[in-house]
């Protein structure tokens, strides 16, 4: 690393010899490699660099995408806490991985570890982003070609963190169709937004039903990328429930600040619909958002209500605090029209998917195996892991009703299921996911080094390798 640098950064596995001139310089009780060790030497120009960081990275043959992903954010973290302008980085001996999984989450790493959101910080000081330069040798051309690729999925990601993050008085419904339009107009997307008169005259009774006790009209958001005639269609759909008081079924107080991130299944859709248009991908993807505001208003609908929804089918609502689900209900019914070789919903849909996987994994039922067998497998290269739940028949005959065609809510006992198993009255024969997010999309304590107190941005780097797989 003969860089001449404020900052430069050398990762390494545990047990493997380190250049005299770097052993020299520190004892070896902290340079042992194991996972997450740092230290930081001054080499007093025994090295280009004024300053040293080493970082371990664990045993190698255990070093997997997501681990440079994490060791890359820690780099950037001391980075911004030292303030210099760019840090050079190196891999001590042969890449672990190859070169373009390496660097596209060695970018990942370095992009989203830097992520703060301070946007009403009065008086915050102004850090930038230190610019993160990857030393290679063999491999550098694939390995620069994943960074590319790894930085327009990162600020893609950063783009949905700012959205759910977003204050509920600034990010309703009408700043959500504003920004798909703007979205729209820089990137080529073709992009509608329906307002109230449109969703009634066009019958979308959902939509309508939860957001109809607030002063901030709902939205109906439909961005789309390709054509069919460029490849399979995919159809995205999120939930995008701006706030979320739980309507006339209140939620408590406590921590319902939180529920501005209600909407972060719609912003994984727009992230990775910009992730999509900005790697060019040869696929047909529309992406679509249900937008409302759910409140308590005199208007707002009541439990006992009995809407009918854009698919014709009429819901009974047992419960108003289950209403992701109904903005849901219309939204994957007009996917259908698409014809689409597969459906993927996110959404921050129930707490017992919290109870049952915590925040580490993010909840998947559907009706395709190899739609679900995908998401896996997408969830395993990027760390952001799904879980399969069961969605047996019994599970969809829980939600149908005596005075309607289904309702609301089927109960405490396997929420998160019989949730999904309401959902899929509206996706037809279609390939179809949903993914519950609730538990992955907001973290008081971060569980990796890339993740910040708040919005995780979680689903964008799961879509964008589902869809890579329906490449070539």
Known sequence: ????????????????????VVTALCEPADATGRWKQQTIVYPRGTLSARRLLLIGMGKRSAITADTVRQAAAL??????????ATYHVGFNGDLPLPPAVFGQAFAEGSVLGSYRYTRYKSDREEVPTANAVLLLGAGSDEAAAGVRRGQIIARATAF???????PGNEVTPAFLGQTALELGERLGLKTMVLDKPQLIEQGFGGILAVGQGSANEPRFIVMEYGSADQGPTICLVG?????????????????????????????????????????QLPLHVVGIVCAAENMPGSTAYRPG???????????????????????LADGLFYAQRYQPAAIVDLATL??????????????LMGNNQELANRLIAAGEATAERVWQLPLWDEYREAMKSEIA?????GGRYGGAITAAGFLAAFVGDYPWAHLDIAGTAWVEKPNRAYQSRGATGVGVR???ELLQGYVG
Do not use: C, W
Request: glycine share 10%; aromatic share 2%; no cysteine.
């Open 462 to 464: 799961l879509l964008v």
């Open 405 to 409: 065609d289904l309702k609301n809510t």
């Open 1 to 20: 690393m003969a860089v001449a640098s404020d900052l430069a950064v050398l990762l390494y596995a545990e047990g493997e010899s380190l250049p005299d």
């Open 75 to 84: 780099a950037a973290q001391r980075a911004q806490e030292i303030k210099v």
């Open 160 to 166: 949905a963190r700012d959205l759910a993050n977003g």
């Open 239 to 279: 939930k995008g429930i701006t706030f979320d008081t739980g309507g006339i079924s209140i939620k408590p107080a406590e921590k319902m600040d939180e529920m501005k991130m209600d909407m972060s299944g719609a912003a994984a859709v727009f992230g990775a619909m910009q992730a999509v248009a900005e790697l």
């Open 350 to 363: 129930t707490g017992a998917i919290m109870v049952a996987l915590g925040p580490h994994a993010i909840g």
């Open 305 to 327: 209500d009995i809407i009918r929804t854009l698919s014709g089918k009429t819901v009974e609502v047992l419960n108003t605090d289950a209403e992701g689900r109904i903005v």
